[in-house]
């Protein structure tokens, strides 16, 4: 069984803060990482990919992959109204299934 | 350019019932997915396919069936749906690179009474 586990939240912060969002993965074959962001009643977007240690950078967000930890996370800066939502973790193994935790809902607050 | 679109968006059946979820991607994808998200939880895989003419199950495949009727299309059949198949479905694709993105359609929403 292939599990990804995220806290489910909510988490809060306010507005301006940043968010901290993290993911555990139990299979250490996993090749690549992503996060996506899912308002309610929407479908998934992809915020970002990730697939070698360390930390990546896009604008607010940053990801960051520890392997040997089996742990990546998601930072928002400057976190947005807007950027409320539930952030879905999802790991592949072979680039044709992936996985993905139940998400985080966060809500940031003005 | 539509990306991913699925029909229908809303369908209400009775147990026993069958239907055909369709799902076409205009990206020239190779892969395709279905994937079952329930309340609070996150989405589980029920079937994919790698490329036209193949498919394969994933975590959730019992009493689902697909077809890749093209490159374009991948549809989810459901026989005889239960109430257990109550669910929102997702389409999505995707070319083959190591870090290419998953796209997804808008969903269908399904309820089985």
């Known amino acids: 069984q292939k599990e990804v586990e995220q806290n489910s939240g909510p988490l809060s912060v306010p507005e301006g803060a940043i968010a901290s969002l993290n993911c555990t993965y139990s299979d250490r074959g996993s090749q690549s990482f992503f996060w996506y962001r899912q308002y309610s009643g929407k479908s998934p977007e992809l915020i970002m990919f990730?697939?070698?240690?360390g930390d990546k950078e896009d604008g607010r967000f940053t990801a960051q992959l520890n392997k040997a930890s089996q742990y990546v996370s998601l930072l928002i800066r400057d976190s947005q109204p807007s950027d409320s939502a539930t952030y879905l973790c999802?790991?592949?193994?072979?680039?044709?299934?992936?996985?993905f935790g139940s998400g985080t809902k966060l809500n940031v607050k003005p | 350019n539509a990306g991913v679109t699925q029909t229908p968006k809303f369908q209400v059946l009775k147990t026993g019932q069958s239907m055909t979820l369709q799902c076409a991607q205009d990206m020239n994808h190779n892969s395709m997915y279905w994937y079952r998200q329930d309340p609070g939880m996150g989405l589980r895989l029920i079937y994919y396919s790698a490329s036209e003419g193949t498919t394969d199950k994933g975590e959730v495949p019992n009493g689902y069936n697909v077809s890749r009727l093209n490159k374009r299309e991948f549809s989810l059949r459901l026989e005889s749906a239960a109430p257990s198949q109550t669910s929102v479905y997702f389409c999505?694709?995707?070319?083959?690179?190591?870090?290419?993105?998953?796209?997804f359609g808008p969903g269908t929403r399904l309820t089985v009474l």
């Open positions: 999802a790991v592949t193994y072979n680039f044709n299934k992936f996985y």
């Open positions: 999505a694709s995707r070319t083959s690179g190591r870090a290419d993105t998953q796209y």
């Open positions: 990730i697939y070698s240690n």
